[in-house]
């Protein structure tokens, strides 16, 4: 079993920075491959970016390429997801996820956070 639990969203104007943290419980975080997904308002929840086990490798949505990163620290259970030159249409709940699985679909995902919001004002 596996809690997961995000902080740092807020409110923040177009062009600033955030940086979201995500907080693991349990031993085995290190075995999970780690995302972060959004649902803006009145829309589905999307795939934002996900990171593997050992935090070398990372994949992002195109609308979040070059302005987003996620990290991991395993020592700490706690994945970051750094949100830089943010947009209005960043405007979302964030959550993070954790999976066992080597597929991505939100369906693979075993954990989920309850979610952050994050406002960005034009």
């Known amino acids: 079993q596996v809690q997961l639990a995000e902080s740092g969203g807020g409110l923040v104007q177009a062009g600033a920075s955030l940086r979201l943290s995500c907080a693991a419980s349990?031993?085995?975080?290190?075995?999970?491959?780690m995302g972060w997904f959004r649902q803006p308002p009145g829309k589905e929840r999307e795939f934002v970016g996900d990171?593997?086990?050992?935090?070398?490798?990372?994949n992002y949505v195109d609308s979040v390429k070059g302005r987003f990163t996620i990290s991991r620290d395993n020592a700490k259970n706690t994945v970051y997801l750094q949100m830089n030159s943010l947009k209005p249409e960043d405007t979302a709940v964030y959550y993070c996820?954790?999976?066992?699985?080597?597929?991505?679909?939100?369906?693979?995902?075993?954990?989920w956070g309850q979610g952050t919001q994050v406002t960005v004002s034009s």
């Open positions: 990171i593997n086990r050992s935090g070398d490798s990372t």
């Open positions: 996820a954790a999976r066992a699985s080597r597929y991505r679909r939100i369906s693979d995902y075993d954990y």
């Open positions: 349990g031993r085995t975080f290190s075995t999970y491959l």
